[in-house]
């Protein structure tokens, strides 16, 4: 999966969802409609067609769902760990430490990393123990 295929076609709901990124959130939408959780940012729900999309912020709670290693091109590499947070929606993002060792069901915390040397700020997460 490439970042074209990840980019949504309009511009106006990855904008805000860029924006609120970048003060360090973790947003998504929510359908007022059919009360789903909407990620990636789109102008129509995916579940049930509705316009009623609103923003809200994830607490960053969530549970991992798949890692993958990601070699670096100068060696070394990082772990891409799939999320799925407990507001109902899923998202990539990198371990913090990357150890890689998060166990599957293991429960994770999120923050927003915006000190990538090169493109977006991306999603992090730390291990956050036993509930
Ligand atoms: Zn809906």
Known sequence: MSAADL???EPAP???FAARR???RIPFQYCSSCERAVFYPRVLCPHCGSVELEWRDSAGLGTVY???F???REGGGRYVLLVDLDEGFRVMGSATDDTGDY???SRVRGSVDAGVP???PRFVFA???PR
């Open 66 to 68: 798949s890692q993958t």
């Open 103 to 105: 166990v599957i069901g």
């Open 118 to 120: 090169e493109g977006e």
């Open 7 to 9: 980019a949504p076609a």
């Open 22 to 24: 970048a003060e360090g």
């Open 70 to 72: 990601l070699p670096g």
């Open 127 to 129: 291990e956050e123990g």
């Open 14 to 16: 990855w904008a805000a």
